[in-house]
């Protein structure tokens, strides 16, 4: 399974952007798919997770800005990110995770910058 993140960019506070995650390969129905972000210094932290059957829960920093959905039958992830703030700059990954096989892959990341 390969993961590739696309749709990162520099973005004003208060705009938008929308990720995407394209997932190729052989993948377990069900699974666990999610965004992460690690900004310059700091460690890599989780922003969303959404199930195989759309069950989505979100970091605190992103409730109410951000919502994860994904499209199972093309096997791709989103991200829509509104009022983005300058805070919200890192780069995002995606993982998908199949824990009944023991499972787990990232992404290789997208650069979202968001100027104040």
């Known amino acids: 399974v390969q993961l590739q993140a696309s749709g990162g960019g520099l973005v004003q506070a208060g705009g938008s952007l929308r990720l995407s995650c394209a997932a190729s390969?052989?993948?377990?129905?069900?699974?666990?798919m999610g965004w992460y972000r690690q900004a310059p210094g700091k460690e890599r932290e989780w922003v969303a997770g959404?199930?195989?059957?759309?069950?989505?829960n979100y970091a605190d920093s992103a409730k109410g800005r951000f919502t994860i959905s994904r499209d199972n039958v093309n096997k791709v992830l989103y991200l829509q990110m509104n009022s983005l703030k300058p805070e919200d700059t890192a780069v995002y990954y995606c993982?998908?995770?199949?824990?009944?096989?023991?499972?787990?892959?990232w992404g290789q990341g997208t650069q979202v910058t968001v100027s104040s």
């Open positions: 993982r998908l995770t199949e824990s009944y096989l023991g499972r787990d892959y």
């Open positions: 390969g052989s993948i377990f129905s069900r699974n666990v």
């Open positions: 959404i199930t195989s059957g759309g069950s989505a």
